[in-house]
């Protein structure tokens, strides 16, 4: 049993500029996540959804990284502007948003 319905983490690893790997704190993600929690506390989910920043999550060529648990779906790649299909499909519904999966957790054909 958890203490949320979701967990969702969101990394704001920072590097030194000269650093060629990047960060997803460069790429905006202090401020995604901000607005994520935001829209959780104005959706009244702050009890059942937990909005986390976390450090390198190992994926920084798909930055901003992010996770949700307990169904551990990866995003890559997201933007302020996927916030309102996270948040209606992969929060609320437990639905994949296809095109936001990480690499290795798209379907191979
Ligand atoms: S810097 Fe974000 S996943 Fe590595």
């Not at 203490?3 to 500029?17: G, T």
């Not at 790997?21 to 104005?42: A, I, M, T, Y």
């Not at 309102?84 to 990480?102: A, C, G, Q, T």
């Amino acid at each position: 049993m958890s203490l949320y319905q979701k967990h969702v983490f969101i990394c704001e690893n920072v590097r030194d500029d000269s650093d060629t790997r990047g960060s997803c704190s460069q790429k905006g993600s202090p401020d995604f996540r901000n607005k994520l929690k935001e829209e959780v506390d104005r959706l009244g989910l702050k009890s059942k959804i937990r909005i986390n920043k976390a450090g390198c999550l190992g994926t920084c060529n798909q930055g901003i990284s992010m996770v949700i648990y307990p169904e551990g779906i990866w995003y890559g790649k997201v933007t302020e502007a996927d916030l309102p299909e996270i948040i209606e499909k992969s929060l609320l519904n437990n639905e994949k948003i296809d095109r936001l999966l990480m690499p290795f957790m798209r379907k191979k054909v």
